[in-house]
């Protein structure tokens, strides 16, 4: 079965984290646990990192980084792109 190429969507969330960081917006974390689930490999996905708060301020849904795979083919997208 052949995988599907990354969506100019999913391309952006993969950019948002290619260092890593902690996700808070909702769109953001649906497409990265997309990806997750299409081309697994490309982001690691787990606790946040940064957050330092309580809980009664805003928490994030997960830290999220690209894997030197999702750096590679981020990299070979933008450059297909001519971005």
């Given amino acids: 079965m052949r995988k599907s190429k990354l969506s100019e969507e999913q391309l952006q969330a993969m950019r948002l984290v290619k260092r890593g960081a902690d996700v808070y917006a909702s769109d953001i974390a649906g497409t ?5 689930r299409e081309h697994p490999g490309l982001v690691d996905i787990g606790k946040p990192r940064m ?3 309580d809980g009664a301020d805003q928490v994030p849904y997960f830290g999220a980084i690209c894997t030197p795979a ?3 083919a981020l990299s070979c997208a933008t450059a297909r792109r001519g971005q």
């Fill in 32 to 36: 990265l646990r997309e990806i997750e």
């Fill in 51 to 53: 957050y330092a708060g």
């Fill in 70 to 72: 999702g750096i590679i």
